[in-house]
């Protein structure tokens, strides 16, 4: 197989089927916000998400993977002035997307498009958004390392890669590490997902040159988290990635959130630049 070929050869007909399949069934359970870490009132988590990744006024951001723009729909109706190009993989979610941004009345913010996020620097113009954000859809990709290249394309200098995903846990326990293999294959495989490494994104992200600003758990107040409960409802009802046994069952993930700036200074030898210039 020629290199181009294995380059392209990623998991992106299958996610589509899979959301063309299931995306019902998501909304039945989910509604609008298709993300498993939330808190009981969804508004507050993505209120969260507006501070966490510094969504500002007048902003131009790409929502990469995202399902049928409930987040962008709430975040334009919440931010002022802001512009959204989203894309989503699946032309079923792009159908309900639109119907959805008729509908909120956000036809001037938020654009959809039925596209695969691998090819942001080939649909989007280079060097033109404020922000790049994967609210649990950059972990579908399989050639993460393509994905980031991509990013860093589209961003203008002083751009940042906001990423909210579940990343695989780590145990000195050999045995138990294994139990965490096992289980996060079985969701890979549930949720055509390639649930990613956090040391190998956040190696990729600094060796592209950008600046790592935080790694972090989502600092929402835990009185108001919802503990998975939706997560659990949608595996038990439509038996997609079930728990079949509790026995030697461990949690197998860390949500967690990753903010990087694209530097202003495009320059090794000017990265001290980069602090002054924010
Ligand atoms: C768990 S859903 C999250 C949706 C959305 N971010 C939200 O918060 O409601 C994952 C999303 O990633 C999208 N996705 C996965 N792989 C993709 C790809 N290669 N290109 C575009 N979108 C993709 C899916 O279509 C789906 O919309």
């Known amino acids: 197989m020629s290199k181009a070929k294995v380059l392209y050869n990623n998991n992106s007909e299958k996610v589509r089927a899979f959301y063309n399949d299931h995306t019902e069934k998501f909304l039945a359970v989910y509604g609008n916000i298709i993300q498993a870490f939330r808190t009981d009132n969804v508004s507050i988590y993505l209120d969260y998400t507006i501070k966490s990744a510094q969504f500002k006024k007048g902003e131009h951001l790409l929502d990469a993977g995202c399902g049928i723009c409930g987040p962008a729909v709430y975040f334009a109706e919440n931010v002022s002035d802001i512009r959204i190009d989203a894309c989503t993989i699946s032309e079923v979610q792009a159908e309900k997307a639109k119907s959805l941004i008729k509908n909120s009345n956000q036809i001037e913010s938020v654009f959809i498009l039925n596209e695969d996020y691998h090819k942001i620097d080939k649909v989007y113009n280079l060097e033109s958004y404020d922000c790049v954000?994967?609210?649990?859809?950059?972990?579908?990709?399989?050639?993460?390392?393509?994905?980031?290249?991509?990013?860093?394309?589209?961003?203008?200098?002083?751009?940042?890669?906001?990423?909210?995903?579940?990343?695989?846990?780590?145990?000195?326990?050999?045995?138990?590490?294994?139990?965490?293999?096992?289980?996060?294959?079985?969701?890979?495989?549930?949720?055509?997902?390639?649930?990613?490494?956090?040391?190998?994104?956040?190696?990729?992200?600094?060796?592209?040159?950008?600046?790592?600003?935080?790694?972090?758990?989502p600092e929402v107040d835990l009185s108001t988290f919802e503990h998975l409960k939706i997560s659990n409802d949608f595996q038990n009802l439509f038996d997609i990635g079930k728990i079949t046994s509790w026995d030697d069952y461990i949690f197998p993930i860390d949500f967690l959130e990753i903010y990087a700036t694209k530097p202003i200074k495009d320059n090794m030898k000017d990265m001290h630049l980069y602090f002054m210039n924010k």
């Open 133 to 217: 954000y994967f609210l649990e859809s950059f972990g579908h990709s399989n050639q993460k390392n393509m994905l980031i290249d991509a990013c860093w394309n589209v961003l203008k200098p002083g751009g940042r890669l906001y990423i909210k995903d579940l990343f695989k846990r780590l145990s000195d326990d050999e045995w138990e590490q294994l139990r965490i293999d096992q289980i996060c294959d079985q969701i890979d495989n549930a949720y055509q997902y390639y649930i990613p490494n956090l040391n190998e994104v956040l190696d990729k992200i600094r060796s592209k040159g950008f600046v790592l600003n935080f790694v972090k758990i």
